[in-house]
């Protein structure tokens, strides 16, 4: 079963936009992590917030993490028409012994020039 | 440093053949995953191997097998393959036990079974 879920599933903005997607969880975690996927590729690795943290940064990129509300985002801002990719966001699932990432079922962006 | 390696990059088999996918993680890592990713899905488990050891299985059947060698690579095997493995293989490579560290994935393998 799909440990998260984003929203929205597509998003469709014109360059120099921000695209916000969201991911939901549904266990405690330790982190999370969200890739990204062009056209049914391998998984790019994005960034990794923790659970303790709050808000993180990279380049264009601003991940937030509530977990409180089980809840991530992933904003990326004035997006580029090579930012058109499918995003994940996926968490740890497992006891001590053994972990396996967990995904949510992608958001497809698509950013037109 | 190469990142996650995969071969082949695409496959093409008929219905009860079996294949083989290999990987090869980042140099020091010394965990290998699998994944399934079938068109409009988010990646499946399969398999996780560390230290030459399987440490768990996800939900697939027997027909799926997988090791890793001395040098942490690994391959995936598939038997009596059926339609429905027709999917995206995705290996990720983690420098230790995947739990509160990234996993890096490789380019993936295109299974078609026809």
């Known amino acids: 079963s799909q440990q998260g879920e984003e929203d929205p599933q597509a998003l469709s903005i014109q360059e120099g936009e921000n695209a916000t997607m969201n991911c939901s969880y549904k266990t405690s975690i330790n982190n999370l992590q969200w890739y990204r996927q062009n056209s049914g590729r391998g998984l790019v690795h994005l960034i990794l917030?923790?659970?303790?943290?709050r808000e993180k940064h990279s380049g264009r990129l601003r991940v937030t993490l509530d977990t409180s509300k089980k809840s991530s985002s992933l904003l990326i801002t004035a997006s580029r028409a090579a930012d058109t990719a499918s995003y994940f966001c996926a968490t740890f699932r497992g006891d001590t012994g053994f972990q396996k990432l967990v995904f949510g079922t992608g958001t497809r962006l698509l950013v037109s020039p | 440093d190469a990142g996650v390696t995969q071969s082949p990059t695409h496959l093409i088999k008929t219905r009860g053949q079996q294949v083989t996918l290999r990987c090869s993680p980042i140099s020091g890592h010394k965990s290998v995953s699998w994944y399934q990713q079938v068109l409009g899905q988010g990646p499946q488990f399969i398999f996780q191997y560390y230290e030459k050891e399987e440490r768990g299985r996800g939900n697939f059947p027997d027909r799926f097998s997988a090791r890793q060698f001395p040098n942490y690579s690994s391959e995936l095997n598939v038997n009596a393959l059926l339609l429905g493995d027709s999917a995206l293989y995705l290996c990720a490579s983690s420098i230790d036990r995947p739990k509160n560290t990234e996993a890096f994935f490789g380019q993936g393998t295109r299974l078609t079974v026809v």
């Open positions: 917030i923790r659970s303790n943290e």
